[in-house]
């Protein structure tokens, strides 16, 4: 090879060796002066689900929300959103077969829903009567009423007290409500005078819970019972013969009159039946044919027993009262009341169906319920008459009984005294 040729093939690796160096360290540089770019990966966006109230979603309306007034039309409610007259005489008449708009009450909460397009305008009225149903009031394109009813979660509850005041003041004391007081007064109502129990009594309940949307919204049935007075205990099991629960005592005795004790909700007697009383009003001795029990305006009224509707009026001394005859031998009346229950006359009724509300019509001085009772047509002292006791347990029963009584006695046994002295139990008797 000529000097020529070996000088070119030199100066060419040599240039190969400079370039290869400065790609190398170019690289090396721009690696360490310029961080690798990370892969970054976008969070999805969380779905928002759609909110919903009475079934309709709050994306397409916005809502108002209120009670209603004395006196309030539905008319006036609707004030402002743009319905029509004939709108309104539809909806009034439509809703008299599912829920009439002219029964609205007082402080009962209601929903408007509306629309904002180009006019405010209302599309539904939500009205709640009570806790467990609402009544929706289409005013958009058809117009049209439901009812709709919520569901009702049945949670069984346990409850223990000792009482130091009274059973009202135990049972409200241990958390439980009006609702159970009447329930265990009307239980007991006939083996003891809920008036006169004495500090050291103690009872054990286990009783239903009725839940909707997880909140409590009333008693339902009490299961089973054990109260001791004066050292005594008294047993009360729920059973189904298949006819509704009755309740029955450890040997299948009913625990149950044909007629309630306290027609009014856990009441106080103000006065009792008295040929010769003094009448407050009239200054003059009249005879009190029945027993007074003292009760808040408004408090529910029940009939005393099953039977039907002979009379439902105003007169002049009795104020706004109800009959009930019950069958060939008793008749019941109820009088002062501030408005009737929903049933009419000649209606059928059942113990404990509320027929009227507490008030002081006619010649009373203040809210009470007079209570009359009549046997064969004549009134008589209902606190003295010995009143005929449900049918006991048929043999039939008597195994099936024993087998429900049996658990409920292990709940009973099972719930904890809220006092230090365990020694009472439904198990140490």
């Known amino acids: 090879m000529n000097k020529k040729l070996l000088g070119f093939v ?22 360490n002066d310029t961080p690798e770019e990370e892969l970054v990966l976008e969070e999805p966006e969380p779905i928002v689900e759609p909110e919903y109230r009475y079934g309709l979603s709050l994306d397409e309306y916005q809502i108002e929300e209120g009670q209603v007034k004395r006196n309030q039309t539905f008319a006036e409610i609707l004030e402002g959103y743009n319905l029509s007259l004939q709108d309104i ?14 029964n609205f009450i007082p402080r009962k909460n209601y929903t408007i829903f509306y629309t904002t397009d ?18 929706m009031y289409q005013l958009q394109d058809s117009l049209a009423v439901y009812k709709e009813n919520r569901p009702v979660e049945i949670v069984e509850r346990t409850m223990a007290g000792i009482i130091t005041q009274s059973l009202d003041h135990s049972i409200r004391q241990e958390g439980g409500t009006p609702a159970l007081v009447n329930a265990m007064a009307d239980l007991y109502g006939w083996q003891m005078d809920m008036r006169s129990l004495h500090p050291g009594d103690w009872f054990k309940i286990v009783y239903e819970d009725k839940l909707v949307n997880g909140e409590s919204i009333g008693v339902g049935n009490i299961l089973g019972a054990e109260f001791n007075h004066l050292n005594n205990s008294y047993m009360a099991y729920a059973f189904d013969k ?28 103000s006065s009792r039946y008295n040929p010769t009383r003094f009448h407050p009003v009239l200054k003059r001795r009249t005879p009190h044919l029945g027993t007074d029990y003292a009760a808040s305006k408004g408090t529910p009224i029940k009939a005393a ?7 439902r009026g105003y007169t002049r001394g009795n104020g706004n009262y109800v009959k009930i005859k019950h069958n060939g031998t008793y008749t019941t009346g109820y009088l002062h009341m501030s408005r009737f229950g929903k049933f009419k006359q000649g209606q059928r009724v059942k113990k404990g169906d509320v027929i009227g509300y507490v008030g ?20 008589v002292d209902f606190l ?3 009143l005929p006791a449900q049918e006991p347990l048929a043999d039939e029963y008597i195994i099936r009984f024993e087998s429900v009584m049996s658990l409920t006695q292990k709940k009973l046994t099972d719930i904890t005294m809220p006092y230090a002295d365990q020694s009472y139990s439904a198990s140490s008797k």
């Open 10 to 31: 030199g100066g060419a690796v040599v240039i190969i060796s400079i370039l290869t160096y400065v790609f190398v360290f170019q690289s090396k540089t721009d690696s």
């Open 89 to 102: 005489y539809t909806i009034d008449k439509i809703s008299s077969d599912v829920f009439s708009v002219r």
């Open 118 to 135: 180009s006019l405010k305008r209302a599309a539904y009225l939500v009205y709640e009567p009570n806790q467990t149903e609402y009544i």
């Open 242 to 269: 298949g006819d509704g629960l009755n309740y029955y005592d450890e040997k299948g005795e009913s625990m149950q009159k044909a007629f309630l004790r306290y027609p009014v909700e856990y009441s106080r007697i």
């Open 305 to 311: 027993g099953d039977g039907v509707i002979t009379a």
């Open 360 to 379: 002081k019509t006619g010649l009373a001085t203040g809210y009470h319920l007079c209570f009359r009772f009549w046997k064969r047509g004549q009134q």
């Open 384 to 386: 003295k008459e010995k």
